[in-house]
């Protein structure tokens, strides 16, 4: 079964989804003309209608559910949706006809949007929900604001170390202490993982960008003969901790809970957990840009991010969500009060800057 949750490389880089629930989609998409469907009633007031963006899937659907249908029913205002690629919609933009008018994605996609001035600059005067919701400043630019991240953290297995428990990505460098085999990122599944190895070599949180890029790759050298294989997809650190191939892997933070239902004795250590978010932002030339500031006003309530965090395991920017969850839904979220400060947020620019680069030498590094 495909990554039923968000494509993180959607999430990271604005490629298609990859669930085959929007696999037509994506085929389509490649050729510039996406699809869209209509989530909400006819809309009883003249008819509004507003376009967003988003990647499909199970994803999709916990949006229709948690905010398009609720937004309708309160605005009168009816959501389609458009499942696009990057390429075709940037070229949409380019020639002055968007398709849609909400665009939910990455912010690291969105600083790409905007340097080939794709993105409105945003009215946040018109955005009331960023300061009743308490948007963190960083995720406030001047054309989007961020509404949810994922993380990724340590996954290991609770049953392998005589009780021990690792606390850090020291622990997760250590196989004689935490023995057994490792699994770590490849590029096709999330950005190279250079901040965890800087992490186990004893650089602060606070004090990891500018990358040392060199260093870091030393450190991951140490740890090659360990990584018994590199996963691409979401699914694959469970497979491999399931099957015992290793006792630790890093992991996007929402699969630990649907590896506990499935009884497998792991869990999640959230120390030096990255974060990467996704956000709104309003296409250059909208058609419908009014319609698109009520949804983007509306999904970035903290009420809606709860609502949206109940269907879909993405940590909600806004810290006053958290409290209209019940203890166990906030306790199962990376982006809980009592987690927060044990993570970073990734550094997009400088990732925007250095990602092509690292990447080669990561491949180049992998083959040996």
Known sequence: MKDARIDRRLFLRGIGGVTAGVAAATALSA??????????????????????????????AALQ????????????????????DDAPLLAQIKQGRPQCDLINNSMMSHTKYVKQDALEALDLDRVKSVK????????????????GFYGQCIAYRTDAFGGRKPESWADFWDTKAFQGGRSMCNPDGDLPELEFALLADGVPMDKLYPLDVDRAFKVLTRLRGDIKKFWDSGP????????????????????IADLQKQGVPVER???????QFSGYAIAKGAANADNAYQLMDFSLRAESQANL????????ASPLA?????????????GAPQYYD???????????KNEAAVTKRWLEWARG
């Open 322 to 334: 958290y409290a209209k969850l019940t203890e166990d839904e906030r306790n199962a979220l990376a």
């Open 309 to 316: 965090a109940k269907a879909f395991p993405l940590n909600p």
């Open 132 to 147: 009743t919701a308490k948007i963190p400043e960083a995720q406030i630019t001047g054309h989007a604001v961020g509404h």
């Open 236 to 255: 694959l650190p469970g497979v491999l901790l399931s099957r015992q191939e290793v006792t630790m892997s890093t992991v996007w933070d929402g699969r």
């Open 65 to 84: 559910k948690a905010i398009y249908t609720p937004f309708t029913q309160e605005t009168g205002i009816t959501v389609k949706v458009l499942n696009l």
């Open 342 to 352: 044990k993570g970073f947020d990734a550094d997009i620019d400088w990732w925007l």
């Open 31 to 60: 050729c510039g003309t996406g699809t869209s469907r209509s989530v909400a009633g006819s809309g009883g007031k003249g008819g509004k209608t507003v376009v967003v963006r988003d990647s499909g899937g199970s994803y999709g």
């Open 269 to 275: 250590q959230l120390n030096g957990m990255r974060r």
